[in-house]
């Protein structure tokens, strides 16, 4: 399995390169976006790819976007990716791991839901008993369930810099009160189906993180991907503790290990063994393996 960590289609005008997708206009309505082998971690791209993580992410989120339909509408317009690009190499740079979509325009604001506490949002709540401005009961551990989940939006940062934690207010002042609780009800919904049907294949959604675009109507749709091990915490429930934060099948695993170098999680990042980045990879096959396999 090659890698791929930057695509190169030349027959399609590139727009930009996020922290794993780079982005093409298929024309004025479309466009490709091409899921690399990329990997960040604290915001900061790390050197070297991750074989076959493109393949998961695309097919995960796939598979999400199908499943979540019936919830809100997705970017997804079907076009067979290795119909837009030209000659057999950029054919196989999208082979499986890309997807052509509606342009739409992206609100300023990540879409978080959390049912557990962890990560930032037990940073928040040690520092303050809230989370995004959401006061929570004390005595909470690390890691617990949360009494309901709770929509806890942060900024959209620029490439290099840290995505900051905001509350509600701040959201309506973005997007308007009216679409900022459209986007928060959505977000809940979604990730309330997910996470039961995750827990009944043996995986916990502690977070996940969405997007959402407009269409010059107005019209909201999910974009981006989905509730995959890039933008989602997924815990194994037979290994579940409250106290302590529990193995997982997402990046956690490779944050976990980064936080043990001397590194001031500043570009450039460090390389990554090979015992490291197989295991990274195995997390990632067996999230979509359990999750999409037939019971």
């Known amino acids: 399995m090659n890698p791929l960590f930057e695509s190169t289609i030349t027959s399609l005008p590139l727009l930009g390169r996020g922290k794993v997708r780079d982005i093409y206009a298929v024309d004025a309505e479309l466009l490709l976006i091409v899921t690399t082998d990329r990997l960040s971690a604290f915001d900061v791209i790390l050197p070297d790819p991750i074989p076959g993580k493109g393949e998961v992410l695309t097919a995960l989120a796939n598979f999400w976007f199908a499943k979540l339909a019936h ?20 054919r196989e740079q999208v082979r499986g791991r890309a997807i052509v979509v509606r342009r739409l ?4 604001v990540e879409a978080v839901a959390r049912g557990y506490l ?16 959401i006061k929570l009961p004390t005595g909470l ?42 986007v928060r009800d959505l977000t809940l919904t979604l990730y309330t189906e997910a996470a039961e049907y995750a827990r009944g294949r043996g995986i916990i959604i502690a977070d996940t993180k969405f997007e959402f675009g407009q269409d010059g109507a107005g019209k909201l749709y999910l974009i981006d991907e989905a509730l995959t091990p890039d933008s989602s915490r997924f815990w194994p429930a037979d290994q579940y503790r409250v106290g302590t934060s529990p193995p997982s099948f997402d990046k956690q695993f490779l ?7 001397d590194w001031k999680k500043q ?15 195995a997390k990632y096959r067996e999230a979509m393996t359990r999750l999409t396999a037939s019971l």
Request: glycine share 10%.
């Open 118 to 133: 962890i990560g930032s949002g037990w940073k928040d709540y040690t520092a303050s008993g809230a989370v995004c401005g």
């Open 105 to 108: 325009k992206p609100l300023p």
């Open 267 to 281: 570009a450039p990042g460090p390389h990554l063994p090979a015992e490291i980045i197989e295991k990274t990879g």
């Open 255 to 261: 944050r976990d290990y980064l936080e043990t170098l």
């Open 141 to 182: 551990r690390q890691a617990e369930q949360l009494p309901a989940p709770i929509f806890t939006p942060s900024s959209k940062a620029e490439m290099g810099s840290h995505d900051e934690n905001i509350d509600f207010a701040q959201v309506e002042k973005l997007v308007g009160a009216a679409l900022a609780a459209q």
């Open 71 to 90: 919830v809100v509408p997705n970017h997804l317009t079907g076009i067979d990716p290795e119909s837009v690009v030209r000659g057999e190499a950029e």
